[in-house]
């Protein structure tokens, strides 16, 4: 069988995949030459920079399946040059928020205002059953002191509409957005939806159309009861940044950090495309939103905001056919809109495969960084199975993946080296004991939304995942 990479399942049936890295290893008949590393292709032309590579740079002839991973990477922009923002924080204050939840919240959203100055504006929504909202207003001196006192004001009251609250944060962004290149809504919630749109469908369909009037936005979810598929959906569908904390006194950090990612936007409406020869397949692209047209593949992104790092993972069937010849994997497009150019930008790349014979240059030429980010995006679809039987109470299940997640790497350490996954080890251990350790309810909880969390960071969501 001609496959650079397979793929296996777990006794149970499930579909569980696994990276086995290179050809069946067998030794070449005399000692292998050194070859120099394979170059990633590198391309930019404007505030973002795509780097792109292969896992299998030298494919055998044949039908193989191989990795496409792209880097993507904002510029650096000195401090001084911090872009005015448009902002509603909008606060989940239902019942389930009483006490220390809705303090910190407070606590957060008056670090907040203390961070904004003059050019920047703000507004305040909080929302049970109903929502109350102080409108949008210039973060002036006079301004902040009006806006610490509303906070104040602040009490815990009511069910969880969440629909209500993102309808009043749009319409304050909204009102002003013309005049500011960055807009955003900062969700935060503890809990699920239980008045108003109660249907994720429906709740996804706000988003849509709140990032369709060039709005961010971004999900923070507090403690173990809400529901992070959602929350991360909103992020996602918002091209903005979602955050778990299981420790409401964080929520100050990541209200900060969404701010400077916010005010050091450099690029927004940004999407990556696929275009594939006759003779490539797509396999998938891991953990992102693809759509597909015909040869054309095309993936949206986040907003990205000073050295913001973000990766995609495609999996492709290639077929080579002329031996010592060159097969066109994919074509790459990155465009979006440059906030420092004020003006649309396209980059550009392609990546091709050589066909040799030999399958210990297959070996030899194979990109280690590659191999190690396709094992990490490999493990991210593992590991949200994993989530999602432990949450259904099959513990021992949501074990195995993870254990076969620990052989995926050790695989993968093989290539590369034993510390290029020495990290990614020790977090598989970490989930394990996570796992074990979970013997309630709210431990489930926690330990569904921290694998979710690690997972998303290991599909290549790197700095848009809290």
């Known amino acids: 069988m001609n496959k650079t990479v397979a793929f296996v399942s777990l006794a149970a049936g499930l579909a569980l995949t696994a990276l086995v890295l290179g050809l069946p290893h067998v030794a070449p008949p005399h000692p292998a030459t050194p070859v120099p590393p394979p170059r990633p292709a590198t391309a930019s032309n404007g505030s973002l920079t795509m780097t792109s590579r292969l896992s299998h740079p030298y494919i055998t002839p044949g039908s193989s399946d191989l990795f496409v991973t792209v880097d993507l990477t904002g510029v650096e922009v000195p401090g001084a040059r911090r872009t005015p923002v448009n902002l509603a924080v909008v606060i989940d204050r239902s019942g389930s928020m009483s006490g220390y939840k809705l303090q910190q919240a407070k606590q957060a959203a008056r670090h907040l205002v203390g961070l904004l100055g003059s050019q920047d504006r703000l507004a305040i929504v909080h929302y049970g059953s109903d929502v109350k909202s102080l409108p949008s207003l210039p973060a002036t001196p006079a301004n902040r002191e009006r806006m610490l006192q509303y906070i104040e004001g602040i009490w815990d009251d009511g069910g969880t509409n969440i629909g209500a609250g993102l309808h009043a944060g749009r319409s304050h962004v909204t009102a002003i957005r013309g005049d500011y290149t960055v807009n955003r809504i900062i969700l935060l919630s503890d809990g699920q939806a239980t008045e108003g749109i109660t249907d994720d469908a429906s709740l996804t369909e706000v988003v849509k159309g709140i990032r369709a009037e060039g709005i961010t936005v971004s999900a923070i979810g507090v403690g173990t009861d809400f529901n992070e598929d959602l929350m991360q959906g909103f992020a996602e569908y918002g091209a903005g940044a979602y955050g778990f904390l299981e420790d409401a006194g964080q929520l100050a950090t990541l209200f900060q950090k969404d701010l400077q990612q916010a005010s050091t936007s450099v690029a927004r409406n940004v999407e990556l495309t696929f275009e594939l020869p006759e003779e490539v397949t797509l396999g998938e692209v891991l953990g992102y939103r693809a759509h597909q047209e015909g040869r054309t593949v095309r993936v949206p992104l986040p907003d990205f905001s000073s050295g913001q790092v973000e990766r995609v993972v495609a999996r492709l069937t290639v077929v080579g056919t002329r031996t010592g010849s060159a097969v066109d994997v994919t074509g790459l497009k990155l465009a979006y809109t440059d906030l420092l150019k004020d003006a649309g930008v396209e980059s550009t790349a392609s990546l091709s495969a050589m066909v040799t014979e030999r399958r210990e240059e297959v070996l030899a030429r194979q990109d280690k960084d590659a191999t190690v980010y396709a094992t990490r995006a490999l493990s991210a679809k593992n590991l949200k199975m994993a989530a999602q039987a432990l949450r259904e109470g099959r513990k021992e299940e949501?074990?195995?993946?993870?254990?076969?997640?620990?052989?995926?790497?050790?695989?993968?350490?093989?290539?590369?080296?034993?510390?290029?996954?020495?990290?990614?080890?020790?977090?598989?251990?970490?989930v394990l004991q996570d796992y074990e350790q979970a013997d309630s309810d709210e431990a489930v909880g926690a330990a569904v939304k921290r694998t979710k969390t690690r997972a998303a960071k290991s599909f290549g969501k790197i700095t848009s995942t809290y």
């Open 398 to 430: 949501a074990k195995g993946y993870v254990m076969q997640n620990q052989e995926l790497f050790e695989q993968a350490g093989a290539v590369a080296s034993p510390a290029a996954v020495a990290a990614d080890l020790a977090e598989q251990k970490a």
